[in-house]
């Protein structure tokens, strides 16, 4: 039972009883650290029922409150706030609790009410046209991480992802590989498939802009070179060719997006990601249209003179939007509709999804949603653009062959290299085989991105600034990591029994502030789940360690004398090392035994 649950009936009472006054919830708060307490009223919101004085009104609660509840010790009252002083007996009690439970925290979805319905999150959704780069990393880290959040929220989770796997940017790379390197493959030129296929994207571009060049040295306004560049007329045929079957278009077509699939299934490998169904668009690109006829029918869509057909949502304070081109053709919107109402068909415990797309498709989604919910689809009510900023790098920095573009694979092989070199410096390595030292550099490396890229509100845009990621000290992941390892240390060097519950008299101010630090654990996730931010998971995480970290160099662990004491403190750090663990876990983030 959480403080909460047990002072909040006893202060409703209290304003019953003091004052004639019936009020349904009290408004709580963490104490401020710069006043005695462990959890704070505040009194201010009760000031709409009772007339009087703040301070006077938290006075007579807080009396009640020392009378009528056993783990309240003493209250003192700043202006509005009644700050409660909760006994230790309270702490560790609720600490002995929970220290064999290797979850707390987490809620499984056999144990959240019954729930059965499902959520299910996307994220990733690439081109096939080139491998993932800087912005899949952070789209790629968002989405799993708030899928295993909403899981340790006790949601049941499906993840997802729709890939881009038709239209003219795959015949491009496709052309090329006609045109200029005929014969090769992943196999014979050592290549990840992905990085073969980018290259020949690369490669039509180049062609491209010196046929525009040359067109317009010939006297064409640049748009009329652009549309009669040779090798885009080319492509546009292909695409034709595709879309009417033709056997040898889409035999090059599977294989070229295969090699692409293979590719990214080793990134997403090493980046630590994971999905449960996969959806191409050249599969769903149709799924929309048989929607819209159901919308006209149901005068939800409107059909224009050209025989285009749209929806008019300008009484929503948006605009009119086409859902089907004149030409009978879908377009993205369609398609997105379609897609949705297929995977509840596909997956009937599905009652809402999570998008994780950059935040210039805020527009899209806001009407994609409103199209679904006007279409009468119950599940349309849980859909949320879990849109983020973009992400950036210090100038001059981690720049690819192009310039423009970071490539992922080659962005985690940097975070590795630069773990090492840190590692190398600190020297801290003595007895690890080479096999055991570079798959912690991995640890380190790929911990510092992630952690660097979680920390920051989704919403935001953010700078991705890869040397301070991996620094050891400060809010990163390899000084959340080195705590972890810090305290796997003590527990190998603790040659004693340290499982039996000890029942402390009085608790260490710096004890008790790391009980209530894990105690807010579950509250933490529940918050995350609902906001869709991962930067709650890992701004609670950096506060847990700062709180470890500052018990570790006040407190005697191992070499405390108090048999009873030592026995509590590695209890302590066992349950703060598993907190850590199973907070990084949601992450997508692994902890290393030593460091």
């Not at 062959?401 to 840190?422: P, Q």
């Amino acid at each position: 039972m959480s403080l909460q649950d047990i002072i909040s009936p006893v202060i409703i009472k209290a304003v019953q009883e003091q004052f004639g006054v019936s009020i349904e919830k009290v408004e709580f708060q963490a104490t401020r650290k710069d006043f005695e307490g462990d959890i704070t009223v505040v009194i201010f919101p009760l000031l709409k029922f009772i007339k009087g004085n703040p301070v006077d009104i938290g006075t007579k609660i807080g009396t009640f409150l020392v009378e009528n509840v056993n783990e309240v010790e003493k209250f003192n009252v700043v202006a509005g706030f009644l700050n409660i002083v909760i006994s230790d007996s309270y702490y560790v009690n609720f600490f002995n609790e929970i220290k064999d439970n290797p979850s707390f925290g987490y809620v499984s979805a056999s144990a959240n009410n019954g729930k059965t319905e499902a959520v299910m999150v996307e994220y990733s959704s690439p081109n096939t046209n080139k491998p993932l780069h800087l912005g899949h990393i952070r789209n790629n880290l968002l989405g799993y991480s708030v899928a295993e959040i909403l899981k340790a929220a006790g949601n049941k989770v499906y993840k997802t992802q729709i890939i881009n796997d038709r239209g003219i940017h795959i015949c491009k790379s496709m052309l090329a590989w006609k045109k200029f390197g005929e014969g090769q493959t992943p196999e014979n030129t050592g290549l990840k498939g992905d990085k073969l296929v980018g290259n020949f994207y690369v490669e039509f571009d180049k062609v491209y802009k010196s046929e525009i060049a040359q067109l317009m040295a010939q006297g064409k306004t640049e748009d009329e070179a652009k549309k009669q560049a040779p090798s885009l007329i080319e492509a546009q045929q292909m695409l034709l060719d595709w879309e009417a079957g033709k056997p040898e278009v889409m035999q090059l077509w599977k294989t070229m997006n295969q090699w692409v699939y293979d590719g990214f299934e080793q990134t997403y490998r090493n980046l630590g990601v994971d999905f449960d169904s996969y959806y191409y668009e050249s599969n769903t690109y149709l799924l929309g249209k048989e929607v819209v006829q159901f919308g006209l029918e149901k005068g939800i869509f409107e059909k224009d003179p050209d025989g285009s057909v749209w929806i008019d949502l300008t009484p929503d304070g948006l605009d009119r939007k086409i859902v089907l081109r004149s030409d009978g053709t879908a377009v993205y919107m369609t398609q997105d509709i379609g897609t949705a109402i297929q995977r509840v068909k596909d997956f009937q415990d599905v009652a809402g999804m999570v998008y994780t797309v950059g935040n210039e498709q805020d527009y899209h989604f806001k009407v994609l949603f409103l199209i679904l919910k006007k279409l009468g689809f119950n599940w349309a009510e849980n859909l949320y653009h879990l849109s983020y900023g973009m992400v950036e790098l210090p100038s001059g920095k981690m720049k690819s062959r192009e310039g423009t573009v970071v490539d992922a694979d080659d962005l985690m092989e940097e975070m590795t290299a630069t773990a090492k070199s840190i590692s190398e410096e600190l020297g801290k390595l003595d007895g690890y085989s080479e096999e055991e030292k570079e798959r912690l550099y991995k640890t380190i490396g790929l911990g510092a991105l992630k952690y660097y890229m979680l920390k920051v509100d989704p919403k935001k845009s953010m700078m991705f600034n890869p040397e301070e990621s991996v620094d050891f000290a400060g809010n990163t992941g390899p000084f959340i990591q080195y705590t972890y390892a810090r305290i796997q240390s003590i527990l190998r060097k603790a040659d004693f029994d340290f499982k039996s519950n000890v029942n402390e008299e009085s608790l260490h101010p710096k004890e008790k502030e790391l009980i209530k630090q894990i105690a807010l654990f579950p509250e933490v996730i529940q918050d995350a789940a609902n906001n869709h931010s991962p930067a709650l998971i890992a701004n609670y995480t950096y506060e847990l360690v700062k709180e470890y970290n500052s018990f570790y160099q006040t407190v005697s662990i191992l070499g405390e004398e108090n048999q009873a004491k030592k026995i509590f403190r590695v209890q302590l750090s066992h349950k703060v090392a598993e907190t850590i663990k199973l907070a990084f876990k949601l992450l997508g983030i692994e902890v290393p035994e030593r460091m």
